[in-house]
Antibody
């Protein structure tokens, strides 16, 4: 079964750091570009970052550029999001999602269940 | 930055046709993707590249895109179609989502 399992969320103080992970199974992880998408409580979807299959290309939303770092380990079928200098407005459920088509133009066809990040003092 | 505009809510009678719009500047020149999201669940891709259905998505779901408006159409709406619906495009190196539309099936 094709599956993504997100983990690593939790409660952190403003200015703190957190590292999210996404474990992939059931497909050739190293052939797909991947993404992080977040959803603040009661709000809509917001794209965060994308990484190509080889890690050669990486994109970030303006709201997180310089604070968040996306990475992947193809040998371990894992995607990561290192989040530094966290702000209250980063509070959200974070989803990892797989690209269906080419990097930078693709819809997201497989989604993790999400992991909750709460930034609060 | 590119913006996508969706109605906050759409209502449809059971078994009737629902249409959800997504407005954007010359959106007809972009590939539009649609997702639905039931409460407490992850989004699910229902239409991609304007008109294509992923495997497992019923034929009741269809899409169109022209000019400044893309449209998701749900024929014969069922109770299980009640969800939030989001459109999405890529604008250069940024993925953009619409604000979402809550579909109520009455």
């Amino acid at each position: 079964e094709v599956q993504l399992v997100d983990s690593g969320g939790g409660l952190v103080k403003p200015g703190g750091s957190l590292r999210l992970s996404c474990a992939a199974s059931g497909f050739a992880f190293d052939s797909y570009s991947m993404n992080w998408v977040r959803q603040a409580p009661g709000k809509g979807l917001e794209w965060v970052s994308s990484i190509s299959s080889s890690s050669f290309n990486i994109y970030y939303a303006d709201s997180v550029r310089g604070r968040f770092t996306i990475s992947r380990d193809n040998a371990k079928n894992s995607l990561f999001l290192q989040m530094n200098s966290l702000r209250v407005e980063d509070t959200a459920v974070y989803y990892c999602a797989r690209d269906l088509l080419a990097f930078g133009s693709s819809p997201f066809d497989i989604w993790g269940h999400g992991t909750m990040v709460t930034v609060s003092s | 930055s590119y913006e996508l505009t969706q109605p906050l809510s759409v209502s449809v009678a059971l078994g009737q046709t629902a249409m959800i719009t997504c407005g954007g500047n010359n959106i007809g020149g972009k590939n539009v993707h649609w997702y639905h999201q039931r409460p407490g669940q992850a989004p699910v891709l229902v239409i991609y590249r304007d008109t294509y259905r992923p495997s497992g998505i019923p034929e009741r779901f269809s899409g169109a895109n022209s000019g400044n408006t893309a449209t998701l159409t749900i024929n014969g709406a069922q109770a299980g179609d009640e969800a939030d619906y989001y459109c999405q495009v890529w604008d250069s190196t940024t993925a953009v989502f619409g604000g979402g539309t809550k579909l109520s099936v009455l």
